[in-house]
């Protein structure tokens, strides 16, 4: 009787192992990528948290304390404003604010100031827009350097761009008038609003406009009807910043007006050297009524600043 070769048939069947039966609820949950974050700053050790926070709190001291101390000059008495140490108990008052509004130009500087700043942003919004439009779309290598060429323009110094202005100025006889102002104002400020509007137009899918000449939109109707609306956030951000950059700029007014057409901030740096102390409490009453529209831009703008600084209005 010959050996069987099969070797399977000597050896004892192993008993099945049982399997358990796991459904889909009795899974852990799976960890995400939230979850990870949650659960880090959860084990996050309070002592960080609070020298964050105690950092953060240094820094805004730091920034808001020369404002402060302006504001607290512009209304103590005249006594009291320059004596040291610091008196910190007075009576406020606003005789700085009233001799600066009615013992100066200030009314008239600060109305060109507006005008200037209103203007430059319409300006830039109406121009920069099509072309941030078109730099967005149209992906080559003409759209990458006039993208370079407008951050290197943007880049120069200043003192290289405002005297072939003030020779044009005088050219064509518009010198110290608002045309002028706000004709170098728009060139030198519109590199940074393309580039920024230029970011936000990427973020907008291309198939809200493709969708729209389907339904027989033209190319700039469907950036007119489809394309601008979604990008409110980015127009009223570029908008914020081109306006702060324009009243807030010195050596463009400084060189290419004289009286009519003076900003603000020329006519505070015209005190720069008084040596009346009496003129500091009026540089400071000027410098707080010229930061208070810029506060207040910043509180009522305040959504659109952060969701325009986060990357663009609507994710693709």
Partial sequence: MSAPNNVSMLTPASP???VPDRSVNDRPPRRTRGALSNTTIGRRPRWRTAMAYTGLSV????????????????I????????????????????????????TEFASFGMNTIVVGVVTVIISLIVGAPAAYALS???SRISLWLLVLALVFRSLPRFVVVLPFYSIAQALNIYDTQLMLIIALVAVNQPFTIWLLRNFFAELPRELEEAAQIDGCSRFGAFRRVIMPLAGPGLVTAGIFTFLLAIQE????????QQHATTLSVFIASFGIAED??????????????????????FLAQKFLVTG????????
């Fill in 16 to 18: 099945p192992v049982p």
């Fill in 59 to 74: 820094a805004a001291f730091v920034a808001v304390f020369p404002f402060v101390w302006a504001f607290l000059t512009s």
């Fill in 277 to 298: 102390t009496a003129l500091y409490q009026l540089i400071a009453a000027a410098s707080i009524l010229l930061a208070l529209p810029i506060i207040a831009l910043a």
């Fill in 76 to 103: 103590k008495p005249y006594t009291d404003a320059f004596i040291s140490p610091p008196v910190w108990s007075f009576t406020p008052q606003i005789a700085a604010y009233e001799q600066l509004w009615y013992a």
């Fill in 137 to 139: 779309r149209f992906d």
């Fill in 309 to 316: 600084l986060t990357g663009g209005a609507i994710k693709g």
């Fill in 250 to 257: 010195y050596l463009i007014p400084v060189v290419l007006t």
